[in-house]
């Protein structure tokens, strides 16, 4: 008998699938903030990921210190799933390439991302790019280290579909703070917060056309912050509508507190995620054909969507059938 065909091997045979990665990027400069943040990490267990900050979490001639330190803490115990990254310095800060170097001489290994804010074009983006991949060849470093970057100024979001095809990249992230400074007052403040952040013209068209270029490239966009650090209930509605009224996969957190609302308000309906995980064992039972559940028709075009479904649910702790755990992840 024929060994089931995986859905990963089935159902991409000509295109790159968007990675499944957790919904929440959780930002965190100050050593005990990302300490704090790994001992969440192993509370909720691995549904977020952790960014340790060096452009904005290091003090002006304290930068290499302060790469090291995050360096350091990869590396340790403490960062028990591998999912601590590190944003480093904009690419005409003295010190971005310095920071390259550390956490590629020191935690290459285990780093999670490393996170380039605040390139003005493609053509910069690409020489950082190559700088750490050079770097890597000339360690021995075999892994291609994910890349993220923010799309924050006016030069990024008008080379948005030339960066999103830039290679290592995995995420599109929009940073929509420096985003609204560049437009020197012609944006309001309002725009910051929601419902301004969703309304206003220029905020929508930017969020949709960086979406537009990491899921045709098949990269992650991720949303904004929330500047309500405590209001869960305004967290969830954000990353709500950032996940269905725009197509945002991920959101990032610059607070404990937001955390399990991002995660809760991204992932998929539980109902969605069971019936996900029926529609794909009858897939591969049907060696991929089309079939019948609940009185309605799939084939292959479904079975994608419902593949990435059921991933997201797993990454995003959701329970699913003990069938679709042992037949698609065991």
């Excluded at 100024?153 to 985003?179: C, E, K, Y």
Aim: include cysteine; aromatic fraction near 6%; hydrophobic fraction near 45%.
């Amino acid at each position: 008998m024929a060994h089931p065909v995986h859905p990963a091997d089935a159902l991409y045979e000509r295109e790159k699938p968007t990675p499944v990665i957790p919904a929440c990027d959780h930002y965190a400069g100050a050593e005990k903030l990302i300490r704090k943040a790994l001992d969440l990490q192993e509370e909720l267990g691995p549904v977020f990921d952790i960014t340790g900050d060096c452009e904005d979490g290091a003090a002006a001639g304290q930068e290499r210190e302060h790469a090291e330190m995050v360096a350091g803490l990869i590396m340790s115990g403490e960062n028990r799933f591998g999912q601590l990254g590190i944003r480093v310095h904009d690419p005409e800060h003295p010190h971005c390439r310095a920071d390259i170097d550390i956490v590629l001489d020191h935690a290459a290994e285990r780093v999670a991302h490393i996170t380039i804010p605040k390139p003005t074009s493609a053509a910069q983006l690409d020489e950082i790019i190559d700088y750490i991949r050079e770097g890597c060849a000339k360690r021995g470093i075999g892994r291609e280290i994910p890349l993220h970057t923010l799309i924050e100024t006016h030069g990024a979001l008008a080379d948005v579909q030339t960066i999103a095809a830039l290679p290592w990249l995995r995420v599109l992230d929009f940073g929509s703070m420096d985003f609204i400074s560049a437009h020197n007052g012609a944006i309001p403040a309002s725009a910051m917060r929601s419902p301004g952040q969703f309304e206003h013209r220029l905020m929508a068209r930017a969020k949709a056309e960086i979406c537009a270029a990491a899921l045709g490239h098949g990269l992650v966009p991720a949303h904004n912050v929330c500047l309500d650090l405590k209001n869960e209930s305004q967290v969830r509605s954000d990353a709500s509508r950032a996940r269905h009224e725009v197509g945002f996969l991920r959101m990032w957190s610059i607070h404990p507190a937001q955390i399990k609302p991002i995660v809760e308000a991204m992932r998929p309906d539980f109902s969605e995620a069971a019936d996900a995980g029926a529609i794909l064992l009858a897939a591969q039972a049907a060696d991929w054909g089309p079939i019948r559940y609940k009185d309605e028709l799939y084939d292959r075009a479904s079975y994608r969507y419902y593949w990435t479904v059921l991933q997201r649910a797993r990454v995003s702790g959701l329970d699913i059938s003990a069938e679709a755990q042992a037949a698609f992840f065991a």
